[in-house]
């Protein structure tokens, strides 16, 4: 399988203060690793940024402008756990660019997947507001790309950060051309992504809340998955398939385990060999994969393959 990757050392200028838990340092233990260990075996491929009429396709131009005028100050709080720096614009602009240039990237067929190393992260982000550590929501600008730019009328988003994407679930949510299936605890931020949440208008029945239960194994999730993503792709046949690639469910991290006694045990949930599985039910279809990692804990980067 080849594998394209977007990385870029302006994320790193993307700063959030020395205690903040979407901290650059965790993007550069990643990039360490692909140097160490994967230098020969992936295509990376040069990041630019989304243009303003591609951000605009999601996000109100208030929005936008606003986001453009933090660039005069050195530290702006978007929202009370959004803090950025004023380089914070242009990586967010460059974030929303690399998954775009990924969509390009598989539909000329250049890889079979690929993924975008990028901060800061988007699934939270909303038309009009930045929340949750996020600035423009980059899954649904490409996503939005891809059905502008290549015709596409079938993109499943998969999300499988332990947090609900509400912002992907809000932007699609009347939209047949984006399945949204998320796996998360409904006990942490946002408190959104209840079951019965199936989508509305011509988008009823295209949105799929999965809530997990604290108490879930990774036997559980692999089964949970598995069992639902097999009948999602056969019925639904999608064109593309993106992942929302957050690894809060892995056991070290400390958003996810945060106030929870018994922690979802995700340390082997996301190996190597798993993934591979994820995507050999992908790959059978020949159906591209474009995930954009957020927050990427630096316990998991030996055990991407
Ligand atoms: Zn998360």
Known sequence: MKVGIARDERFLEHKTGHFHPEHPKRLDAIYRMLDQHFKEQLISIPTEPAT?????????????????????????????????????????????????????????????????????????????????????????????????????????????????????????????????????????????????????????????????????????MIYLYQEILRPLISGYRPQLIMVAAGFDAHADDPIGRSNRPIPLNGSDLWRGDTLAETFKIFAGKSTPVLLPGRRLSSACPGRIH
């Open 52 to 220: 303003v009429e591609q951000i605009e396709r999601i996000h109100s131009p208030a929005y936008i402008k606003r986001i453009l005028k933090t660039a005069e100050q050195r530290i702006t709080s978007l929202a009370p756990d959004t803090p950025i720096s004023a380089d914070s614009y242009f990586a967010a602009w460059l974030a929303a660019g690399a998954c775009i240039q990924g969509i390009d990237h598989l539909m000329a067929k250049a890889s079979d997947a690929f993924f975008a190393f990028v901060r800061p992260p988007g699934h939270h982000a909303l038309p009009d507001k930045a929340a949750g550590f996020c600035i423009f929501n980059n899954i649904a600008i490409a996503a939005q790309y891809a059905i502008d730019r290549y015709s596409l009328g079938r993109i499943l988003v998969i999300d499988w950060d332990i947090h609900h994407g509400n912002g992907i679930h809000d932007i699609f949510y009347d939209n047949p051309k984006v399945l949204y299936m998320s796996t998360h605890d409904l006990m942490m931020y946002p408190y959104t992504g209840e079951f019965d949440q199936t989508g509305s208008g011509k988008g009823n029945g295209y949105t799929v809340n999965i809530p997990i239960l604290r108490e879930f194994t990774d036997d559980d």
